[in-house]
């Protein structure tokens, strides 16, 4: 596969697809992970950042040609994309930033996402790019994009929508479609609330089996937020006021256009929330899990780092993944995602718990600083339990900490903690004193 992405227009050039990454909003469904940074600069699976995802697939499947819109808390975000991806001075590949900017166009930030790319029309514009492939910045999964395009040419599509079966509670948190025989788009809803439209919109039993995708029981098709558009058919449908692609860009497209599903059939999760956050991060730790890292030759890229391995003194490790960097001490650790440069300190338990890890090493100075100011080191203090904890970087728990919200409460904001979801989140560069319990 991959050998028709290139086309020629008329002049006889080649043409090579474009890829424009959506850096995201402001993350509120992710907060606190995202109060000092963006949803695709969240860290993920203890060493990765959300952003390395759609950076890795896209290299992946041969396209090279990659712009990311930013705006919100984007300065992690633009130190990560610029320390990690770089091409030789030989190579017309590129991984270029378009942050937010006031223009003669325009002097407001962006409205939406399709917004967001109606203000940057001047740098993916070019005759060369054809089509566009537009893709979102937070969500978790391994594709390559030529199958989708070279689907999209062969179908004489104008647009087409990566697509993915999906539980009927699910649903109402994406855009969900209808399809013909033949995977023309015939309706597209909004996350549909309502019972009797969700049950409109159920999916015909054994719709997908000629794609070999068996739904599972899932009842429904949602957009997975992956577009392929023909660059001229963009460049229209963005001539108007319309602000994003899921509400407004793609409803209004279907009269007018060809518009295509593309079924997935691989594993996909957005990473739109606390809970979907926690539990995918702690699904990378299964025997067998559901997405991979250790792929190849499709690996994901990400920083590269000059870090030590990591160093073990009397463990318990079961069901984990260690990162790299990292020291414990005499620590049981179950089932976890512990990131890198990580400081498990003697006799603590972690349990169902993902661990971003740290920024930076404490030197000597730094650590009879931290004693002569009652400042808990970085990482985790002696004889602690935590439980059912997302810990973001930099944190500094003290000794005898007992972390596994034992009240079960669903929603709470403390001065060093929050729950979301019943899950408790140590914010970056928190500070948790000795003895508390959360």
Known sequence: MGTKIFSSNQSGEMKKPLCIILGGGKGTRLFPLTAHRSKPAVPLGGKYRLIDIPVSNCLNSGLGKIYVITQFNSVSLHRHIE????FDHFSRNFVEILAAQQTPESSVWYQGTADAVRQNLRYINSPEHDPIIILSGDQLYRMDYRKMVDWHNANNADLTVAVIPVEREKAKSFGILQIDDDCVIRRFVE????????D?????KG???RFNINAHGKSHLASMGIYVFNREVLVKLLDNEHTDFGKEIIPHAFGEYKALAYPFSGYWEDIGTIRSFFEANLALTDVVP????YSFPEPIFTRPRQLPASKFQQCQIHA?????????????IHHCMIGIRSFIRKNTTLRDTVMMGSDFY????DFQSNLDSNLPHVGIGESCEVRKVIIDKNARIGNNCRIFNKDRVQEADGDCFYIREGIVC?????VVPPGMEI
Do not use: M
Not at 426 to 430: F, N
């Open 362 to 365: 404490e030197a000597a100075a």
């Open 426 to 430: 140590i914010p970056k560069d928190a």
């Open 191 to 198: 996350k549909p609330q309502q019972g009797e439209l969700l």
């Open 83 to 86: 320390g990690t991806y770089r």
């Open 320 to 332: 984990s993944v260690i990162a790299d960097g990292c020291i414990l001490e005499w620590a049981g």
């Open 200 to 204: 409109d919109l159920v999916l015909p």
């Open 290 to 293: 559901a997405f991979d890292f």
């Open 207 to 209: 719709s997908l089996d």
